[in-house]
């Protein structure tokens, strides 16, 4: 457990410094340690939960946040999400699923980003709320936030700024993370859900700590850019050692 927790704060600390809840990663090392594939997703979206909904509330203290716009598109991945989290997945779907997604979100955060993002936005940008369901539903099915996802399709659209779209992306993962949370306990069942937070409570302190930090502090001491290269890395490796052991 202690190199485990160790990994998710590293995990947590470079998501959230690019405003991200790091959810496929927890769920991938969980998978690396082991445990039951149908517990990860309970404690990857709690994890994501603890460190998303923090930097949720500091976008939106700072004004940044586009609210029309982030509820329009989170509004039709939300239930997607809690129809993904009900929906029964097997062992190998679900690893093959959450792999791909993994060494996909690497690839994605790989991507150049321009932090002021002064061009006028593509004529895909107004279809953005569209990719917001079928996100939603793999969100839900997999585990994890799917602002991962979603932000690279925002940024590629030029559909706002740079942190407009940190902003959407956090409040995305949180709301997705709390459906595709209610989905996982509707099917799973209360007592799993009890089990799961209980032995991982060293977990969810580790996020928490190492979100804090990743959201105040990492994006002072590193670059942006640097920080995307660092965490594109854990993720690719993680999702690489997923699916070379299927």
Same mark, same amino acid.
């Given at each position: 457990m202690?190199?485990l927790a160790?990994?998710f704060f590293?995990?947590a600390?470079l998501y959230?410094?690019?405003g991200?809840?790091?959810?496929s990663?927890?769920?991938? *090392? ?5 445990l039951?594939?149908?517990?990860l997703?309970?404690i990857?979206l709690a994890?994501?939960i ?5 930097s949720?509330?500091?976008f939106a203290r700072a ?8 509820v329009? +598109?989170?509004?039709l991945a939300a ?6 989290g ?9 690893? +093959?699923?959450?792999?791909?997604s993994?060494l *996909?979100?690497?690839? /994605? &955060? *790989?991507?150049?980003?321009?932090? /002021? ?5 593509t004529r895909l940008?107004?279809? &953005? ?16 936030g ?7 399709? *925002?940024?590629l659209?030029?559909?706002r ?16 993370s ?7 306990l509707?099917?799973r069942g209360p007592?799993a ?9 060293p977990?969810?302190?580790? +996020? ?7 959201s105040? &502090?990492?994006l002072?001491?590193l ?9 594109a ?12 052991g299927l």
């Amino acid at each position: 457990m202690p190199w485990l927790a160790a990994a998710f704060f590293v995990t947590a600390l470079l998501y959230a410094s690019v405003g991200f809840g790091g959810g496929s990663t927890y769920a991938a *090392l969980l998978a690396v340690s082991g445990l039951d594939y149908r517990i990860l997703p309970l404690i990857a979206l709690a994890c994501n939960i603890v460190v998303v909904a923090g930097s949720t509330v500091r976008f939106a203290r700072a004004g940044v946040t586009p609210w029309r716009g982030a509820v329009i +598109v989170t509004a039709l991945a939300a239930p997607a999400a809690l129809l993904g989290g009900l929906t029964p997945i097997g062992e190998g779907p679900f690893f +093959v699923l959450l792999g791909a997604s993994l060494l *996909l979100t690497g690839a /994605t &955060m *790989l991507l150049p980003v321009s932090e /002021t993002q002064a061009a006028e936005p593509t004529r895909l940008a107004r279809f &953005m709320p569209l990719a917001a369901a079928p996100l939603g539903y793999l969100a839900g099915l997999v585990g994890i936030g799917g602002g991962i996802f979603l932000a690279p399709l *925002l940024h590629l659209t030029r559909w706002r700024d740079a942190r407009s779209i940190a902003a959407t992306a956090s409040f995305f993962i949180l709301v997705n993370s709390l459906f595709g949370l209610a989905g996982q306990l509707l099917k799973r069942g209360p007592d799993a859900f009890a089990g799961a937070i209980y032995e991982s409570l060293p977990l969810l302190i580790a +996020v928490a700590i190492g979100g804090q930090i990743g959201s105040l &502090m990492a994006l002072k001491l590193l670059p942006p850019r640097w920080i995307r290269w660092l965490t594109a890395a854990l993720v690719i490796l993680v999702g690489a050692r997923l699916l070379s052991g299927l």
